[in-house]
């Protein structure tokens, strides 16, 4: 299929890609502490080099402790509560 552009004589090829394969991967049962939903995805290595399966790894409690995502808090209450904490 080509389309022709306005205002000149030369056409421009078009690709029209191919209907792609809905993914079939379950709904999440669970989550991690973290939020993130965890899924099995049948087409992913976590040993893959470029995926980083355990990104708490070599962290103390410490770098762990504040966690800015409870969605019930504004950015500025959380810090709050924190700072709350430190004495």
């Known amino acids: 299929m080509a389309v022709k552009k306005a205002g000149t004589a ?3 090829p078009v690709t029209v890609a191919a209907p792609q394969q809905a993914a079939t991967i ?3 049962t669970s989550f ?3 939020g993130a939903p965890e899924q099995t995805v049948p ?3 976590p040993k893959h ?3 980083d399966d ?3 790894a070599n ?3 410490e ?3 504040i966690d800015f995502n409870d969605p019930t808090l504004s950015g500025s209450e959380a810090v709050a509560n924190n700072l709350k904490g430190e004495g």
Request: hydrophobic content about 40%.
């Open 10 to 12: 030369r056409t421009v």
């Open 63 to 65: 770098q762990n402790r």
């Open 26 to 28: 379950p709904a999440a």
């Open 49 to 51: 080099a470029a995926i």
């Open 59 to 61: 962290t103390s409690v």
């Open 54 to 56: 355990n990104p708490r």
């Open 32 to 34: 991690a502490p973290s």
């Open 43 to 45: 087409d992913v290595d």
